[in-house]
C-alpha cells in the first residue's frame, strides 16, 4: 500500500470556556502523527477499511464539546440517554465496500466527537489509567481513529486489541 502523502484533520472546539483547553495546533500535529503510525503498521492497515485501497490524502474531523452537547447526541443517534467520552461517525468504514467513496484519490474518514468534560473526569479516576488530561484526550482521539478505520470492540479480546493499538499509535514523551 502506498503511504499517503498527505493526513488533513480538522477540530473544532465548541467548548471554549473549558480550562484545561490543549494547543489545538499541537493537538492536530499529534493525530497527524498517530495516524502516520497506523498507516506504517501493514498489520493494522489491512484489518482496517483502508486495506485494498490506493489514495493520496486522508481526512477526518475532531470536534471537542462538553457533556451535554455529546449527550445530545448520544441520544439522538444511538439511542443513549447519557453522555459519553467519545462518539465516531465511521463514514467510509460504515459504508458497504462498493457503496465507499473516494474522490480524487481522497477519503473522508468521518468525524470524531470528544467530551472534554468526561476526559477530565476520566483522567483524574484514571479511566484508562491514563494520569494526565492530556494523556486521557490523546487515547480518546486514537480510540477515534481506530473506529473510522473500522475497528471495533464487540468483546474484551477485540476491546484490548484496540487498546494495545492506541497506545502504540501515541508518543506520550511529548507532553
Known amino acids: 500500500m502506498k503511504k499517503t502523502k498527505e493526513i488533513n484533520i480538522f477540530i473544532e472546539n465548541t467548548y471554549e470556556n473549558f480550562s484545561q483547553l490543549p494547543d489545538m495546533a499541537a493537538l492536530t500535529y499529534d493525530s497527524v502523527d498517530m495516524v502516520n503510525r497506523f498507516l506504517d503498521n501493514a498489520e493494522w492497515v489491512q484489518?482496517?477499511?483502508?486495506n485494498g485501497y490506493d489514495f493520496?490524502?486522508?481526512y477526518f474531523d475532531i470536534v471537542l464539546c462538553d457533556d451535554e452537547k455529546i449527550h445530545e447526541i448520544n441520544?439522538?443517534?444511538r439511542q443513549k440517554d447519557a453522555p459519553t467520552d467519545v462518539i465516531t461517525f465511521a463514514i467510509f468504514a460504515d459504508s458497504k465496500p462498493e457503496e465507499r467513496f473516494i474522490f480524487d484519490n481522497e477519503i473522508n474518514l468521518g468525524e470524531i466527537i470528544i467530551s472534554l468534560d468526561t476526559a477530565l473526569?476520566?483522567?483524574k479516576e484514571l479511566h484508562h489509567g491514563n494520569n494526565s488530561f492530556n494523556k486521557e484526550?490523546?487515547?480518546l482521539i486514537a480510540h477515534g481513529i481506530l473506529h473510522l478505520l473500522g475497528y471495533d470492540h464487540k468483546d474484551e479480546q477485540s476491546l484490548t486489541e484496540m487498546w494495545d493499538i492506541q497506545q502504540q499509535m501515541i508518543d506520550?514523551?511529548?507532553e
Request: with cysteine.
Open 56 to 58: 493520496d490524502m486522508l
Open 172 to 174: 506520550f514523551d511529548k
Open 121 to 123: 473526569i476520566q483522567s
Open 137 to 139: 484526550l490523546y487515547f
Open 75 to 77: 441520544r439522538e443517534y
Open 47 to 50: 484489518k482496517s477499511c483502508l
